[in-house]
């Protein structure tokens, strides 16, 4: 196997800065977004793993809201602090952490609860005092502002962004004046000498990688023509992690409830506007309880109608309880209706989310928000469609 197949994707400035942060820390907190997905999921305790595997023992994860079932076999998930479960102490360990890494995130507003807890740190940060450690591929304000925070909004995943932060620590020519780091951190020196690769991939560590490569990029089928991404697969593997048994564990997970969920939005509930090659699923409270949907039970609907032909554009919505500190905005609204869109090749979806369904995200991937019931989004949404969507 060659380890040696990858370019340096993360700067020296990037490099340089993970090592001042994971250097001068004792205690680190790892927290990623509400609603965790497998990348989130994956490049967070990843990230623990690594930590841990040079050297660094006062490593705690944090998840804002409950992750779904089907990531809670993953190396390392049942030590997460979940915010709903222990509100105290996962703000303890946000607030008090020398060094907060954030995963899959790159905003403080993402984190549900502890999301002002999470801003101070934000709001207080200084370069030359590093507690913040950013590793996403979102768009982020404070990243755009600091060259030296990982964020790649080209990245098909977080999980690949640390991949590349462990792997390029372990090839010091990663960082270009390497003597000059050393010369500021004693203990620099034992960071970069007891972590080489192949060492120090772990079967633990390539699994949460591997998952959330996967889990972003659909098994590989959008966001997964970079060659590079397959270098990393390969050597994940080497560390003898089974890939099949790691997608059907994800993959292969759905409750009956579930699949019989899938068949009512399909059936009864998929709207096609033919004229802008876009579907359109709502589902709302009363709908959602009929087939005691959880939360995780939303997840991967909106990528369905994408199967059809000539589809190109997937919108999926579904009410939810407005939380308390969104009662100001909603303005007197009894329920907001969560949306998610899709789409493929050049036919961006993030402008729509933004301006009309107060959200963002990526080009063909993003999400939304809307102050009142599903109906009434999806009006807003059908008003809206002639202006975004292509009709070619
Ligand atoms: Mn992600």
Same mark, same amino acid.
């Given at each position: 196997?060659?380890?040696?197949?990858?370019?340096?994707?993360?700067?020296?400035?990037?490099?340089?800065?993970?090592?001042?942060?994971?250097?001068?820390?004792?205690?680190?907190?790892?927290?990623?977004?509400?609603?965790?997905?497998?990348?989130?999921?994956?490049?967070?305790?990843?990230?623990?793993?690594?930590?841990?595997?040079?050297?660094?023992?006062?490593?705690?994860?944090?998840?804002?809201?409950?992750?779904?079932?089907?990531?809670?076999?993953?190396?390392?998930?049942?030590?997460?602090?979940?915010?709903?479960?222990?509100?105290? &102490?996962?703000?303890?360990?946000?607030?008090?952490?020398?060094?907060?890494?954030?995963?899959?995130?790159?905003?403080?507003?993402?984190?549900?609860?502890?999301?002002?807890?999470?801003?101070?740190?934000?709001?207080?940060?200084?370069?030359?005092?590093?507690?913040?450690?950013?590793?996403?591929?979102?768009?982020?304000?404070?990243?755009?502002?600091?060259?030296?925070?990982?964020?790649?909004?080209?990245?098909?995943?977080?999980?690949?962004?640390?991949?590349?932060?462990?792997?390029?620590?372990?090839?010091?020519?990663?960082?270009?004046?390497?003597?000059?780091?050393?010369?500021?951190?004693?203990?620099?020196?034992?960071?970069?000498?007891?972590?080489?690769?192949?060492?120090?991939?772990?079967?633990?560590?390539?699994?949460?990688?591997?998952?959330?490569?996967?889990?972003?990029?659909?098994?590989?089928?959008?966001?997964?023509?970079?060659?590079?991404?397959?270098?990393?697969?390969?050597?994940?593997?080497?560390?003898?992690?089974?890939?099949?048994?790691?997608?059907?564990?994800?993959?292969?997970?759905?409750? &009956?409830?579930?699949?019989?969920?899938?068949?009512?939005?399909?059936?009864?509930?998929?709207?096609?506007?033919?004229?802008?090659?876009?579907?359109?699923?709502?589902?709302?409270?009363?709908?959602?309880?009929?087939?005691?949907?959880?939360?995780?039970?939303?997840?991967?609907?909106?990528?369905?109608?994408?199967? #059809?032909?000539?589809?190109?554009?997937?919108?999926?919505?579904?009410?939810?309880? #407005?939380?308390?500190?969104?009662?100001?905005?909603?303005?007197?609204?009894?329920?907001?209706?969560?949306?998610?869109?899709?789409?493929?090749?050049?036919?961006?979806?993030?402008?729509?989310?933004?301006?009309?369904?107060?959200?963002?995200?990526?080009?063909?991937?993003?999400?939304?928000?809307?102050?009142?019931?599903?109906?009434?989004? &999806?009006?807003?949404?059908?008003?809206?469609?002639?202006?975004?969507?292509?009709?070619?």
């Amino acid at each position: 196997m060659n380890f040696d197949a990858l370019s340096y994707k993360l700067s020296p400035l990037q490099v340089e800065y993970s090592i001042r942060c994971i250097a001068n820390a004792h205690s680190i907190a790892i927290i990623t977004h509400q609603n965790p997905d497998g990348d989130a999921m994956g490049s967070s305790l990843a990230m623990r793993h690594f930590l841990q595997a040079i050297g660094k023992d006062n490593v705690t994860n944090i998840v804002p809201t409950s992750f779904p079932d089907f990531l809670s076999w993953l190396p390392g998930a049942n030590s997460i602090i979940q915010c709903e479960l222990q509100p105290e &102490a996962a703000t303890a360990a946000l607030r008090d952490a020398d060094l907060v890494i954030c995963t899959d995130l790159g905003e403080p507003t993402r984190v549900a609860a502890l999301s002002p807890i999470l801003a101070e740190r934000f709001n207080e940060y200084n370069a030359n005092n590093p507690k913040l450690l950013i590793i996403d591929h979102h768009l982020s304000a404070i990243a755009n502002e600091h060259p030296e925070q990982i964020a790649y909004p080209d990245s098909a995943s977080a999980s690949e962004l640390v991949f590349r932060l462990a792997w390029q620590l372990s090839r010091h020519a990663s960082i270009q004046d390497r003597d000059h780091v050393e010369e500021i951190l004693d203990n620099t020196r034992d960071i970069l000498e007891t972590f080489s690769f192949p060492k120090a991939l772990t079967p633990d560590f390539a699994t949460c990688i591997y998952t959330g490569m996967m889990t972003d990029t659909g098994n590989f089928s959008y966001n997964s023509c970079q060659p590079e991404m397959y270098s990393i697969v390969a050597m994940l593997l080497t560390t003898g992690i089974n890939k099949d048994a790691i997608y059907d564990r994800v993959f292969n997970a759905y409750s &009956a409830d579930r699949m019989r969920l899938m068949g009512y939005c399909l059936y009864h509930k998929m709207r096609l506007f033919p004229e802008y090659h876009t579907a359109l699923i709502t589902l709302n409270r009363r709908e959602m309880y009929r087939f005691n949907a959880k939360s995780g039970d939303m997840e991967g609907i909106v990528n369905l109608p994408m199967q #059809i032909k000539d589809v190109y554009y997937s919108i999926f919505m579904r009410e939810d309880k #407005i939380p308390t500190h969104q009662l100001t905005d909603a303005n007197g609204a009894k329920v907001k209706t969560k949306i998610s869109f899709r789409s493929q090749g050049n036919r961006p979806v993030n402008q729509l989310a933004r301006e009309a369904f107060r959200g963002g995200g990526h080009m063909n991937a993003s999400g939304g928000e809307y102050f009142g019931t599903v109906d009434e989004a &999806a009006k807003k949404f059908v008003e809206e469609m002639p202006k975004y969507m292509q009709k070619t």
